[in-house]
């Protein structure tokens, strides 16, 4: 399993996540079912999760997509850069989301 975000990366705090194309999704009473439609692979997402995707409906930034969690949650900062590195990290392994330098 790939750890690309990490609490510790700054570097990567700037480059653009994107949707994968390959990944379809629907949204039913706040919560997403994603479909990778070349790995067949089902993914199911909470509220928060769902807020993360339909940010990233548009390329975003690992510090955007933060920032977004952090007004609509109450959250600790800490708490939410190591879910969101974890996040994003689960969604990257399983080809959900891609990565690419601003």
Known sequence: MQTYFSDTAAERQ???????????????????????????????????????????????????????????YEVPEQQCLTDLCSFLNDLLNNQLIVVKDE
Do not use: C, M
Request: net charge negative; charged share 25%; glycine share 10%.
């Open 14 to 72: 700037h480059q653009l996540i994107r949707r994968a194309k390959e990944a379809i999704s629907t949204e039913l009473d706040g919560e997403t079912v994603i479909l990778h439609i070349g790995t067949g692979i089902y993914s199911g997402l909470d509220r928060v999760g769902t807020t993360i995707w339909n940010g990233l409906e548009q390329p975003a930034s690992f510090l955007s997509l933060k920032q977004k969690i952090l007004e609509e």
